[in-house]
């Protein structure tokens, strides 16, 4: 109950196409979604999160799309850049735990 | 704002000995640390989570006595690894949540970990 399922593991986009991932959760006492972009070599940086109060929140390129009732949210990247190309991880917060459940992550690359 | 650092980014060791890895929180006062470790093409591994003053929760199958977690404020923790062997290899990486948000997590750069 505590999994995040995260799919696809890898994905490959045009230059200016749109890059979805899509992630999963059973535990229904998540309360906040982060999306985490990772390059080769770095830590993850926060991308952009959601709470379940809100169906889509949208920063730039990067759309988070949330549907409470099937227990599922994606990551919409518009216009997709080959600077883009990275591992996404999905998480989810909440419950009684302090903790980050992470995804098994995307690896996107964005051909030119 | 939100800035986590690591140090060092990078060590080398040989096996046996300890290595240190520093996390510290620049520009904000963190109510709990993270400690997690990365395999290639893996997702993140969550060893431990400590707060400032108490004693540091491992996560099962995490030894306590081989990774030592100190956080003596709340802008710095401290993750040991003692006895290293090849086998600690890893990508260990830190992150912390603040007082106003802390289902928000703040990832340090990552310290690379090679054990000979």
């Known amino acids: 109950q505590q999994q995040v399922k995260q799919s696809p593991q890898s994905l490959i986009v045009q230059k200016g196409g749109i890059s979805i991932i899509n992630c999963a959760y059973e535990?229904?006492?998540?309360?906040?979604f982060p999306w985490y972009q990772q390059f080769p070599g770095k830590g993850p940086a926060l991308l952009i999160a959601i709470r379940p109060d809100v169906s889509e929140k949208k920063e730039g390129r990067f759309t988070i799309s949330f549907n409470k009732s099937a227990k599922q949210f994606s990551l919409h990247i518009m216009d997709s850049q080959p600077g883009d190309s990275a591992t996404y991880f999905c998480a989810a917060y909440g419950g009684a735990t302090n903790k980050l459940i992470f995804g098994t992550g995307t690896l996107l690359a964005v051909q030119p | 704002g939100a800035v986590v650092s690591q140090h060092p980014s990078w060590v080398i060791c040989k096996s046996g000995t300890s290595v240190k890895i520093e996390c510290r929180s620049l520009?904000?006062?963190?109510?709990?640390m993270f400690w997690y470790r990365q395999f290639p093409k893996q997702s993140l591994m969550l060893m431990a989570t400590?707060?400032?003053?108490?004693?540091?929760?491992?996560e099962q199958g995490v030894e306590k006595d081989k990774f030592l977690i100190n956080h003596a404020s709340l802008t710095l923790s401290t993750l040991t690894v003692t006895s290293a062997h090849p086998e600690d290899s890893s990508f260990y990486i830190c992150?912390?949540?603040?007082?106003?948000?802390?289902?928000?997590?703040?990832f340090g750069p990552g310290t690379r970990l090679t054990v000979l």
């Open positions: 520009d904000f006062q963190a109510t709990t």
């Open positions: 992150s912390a949540n603040g007082r106003i948000s802390t289902d928000t997590q703040y």
């Open positions: 400590s707060n400032e003053g108490s004693k540091a929760t491992y």
């Open positions: 535990n229904t006492a998540f309360d906040y």
